[in-house]
């Protein structure tokens, strides 16, 4: 099972930026704990970080075909990102959004992530544990897929 994290904007400065909001973890400690966790439960993992809306775009269209699932904290761009919503339903795949703070509790312009409706779940509010919730909602949703594929494949 591979799975790719694609991180959106200004992640990169975590631990450095608003701290109170987003906590004291680098944003390669997050990327560490989560390579961890994955290898332990068999799964491959690959990082991407971009502030640039085109390159995310592009990254999630080079999943299609290479990855099983992708984990996304679009941040920012959640609220703003008809392009991304667009691409993450064009590869057709499993998708877990995930928030590091919890944006219903944000400014208003926040609390609307247009990216969720290509999402198959979102995680919101749990700081960096977010992204091990949705290594295991990606791995049980990956699973549940291959399951019933494998079922119908032996039922023809």
Do not use: W
């Given at each position: 099972m591979k799975i790719a994290v694609i991180q959106g904007p200004n992640l990169n400065m975590l631990g450095i930026r608003e701290q109170h909001i987003y906590g004291p973890m680098s944003l390669e400690q997050i990327h560490d704990q989560l390579k961890s966790a994955a290898a332990q439960n068999g799964v491959e993992v690959e990082?991407?970080?971009?502030?640039?809306?085109?390159?995310?775009?592009?990254?999630?269209?080079?999943?299609?075909?290479?990855?099983?699932?992708?984990?996304?904290?679009?941040?920012?761009?959640?609220?703003?990102?008809?392009?991304?919503?667009?691409?993450?339903?064009?590869?057709?795949?499993?998708?877990?959004?995930?928030?590091?703070?919890?944006?219903?509790k944000r400014e208003e312009f926040r609390q609307k992530s247009i990216t969720a409706g290509a999402s198959t779940g979102v995680i919101s509010g749990f700081g960096p544990f977010g992204y091990h919730m949705g290594l295991i909602a990606l791995m049980q949703i990956i699973t549940e897929i291959k399951a019933v594929s494998q079922a119908q494949q032996s039922a023809e």
């Open positions: 990082f991407f970080q971009s502030n640039l809306e085109g390159e995310i775009v592009d990254r999630i269209q080079e999943c299609l075909g290479t990855v099983d699932g992708i984990m996304i904290n679009p941040a920012a761009y959640s609220h703003t990102s008809i392009a991304i919503k667009d691409a993450l339903s064009a590869v057709a795949m499993p998708v877990v959004e995930v928030h590091i703070s919890n944006i219903y």
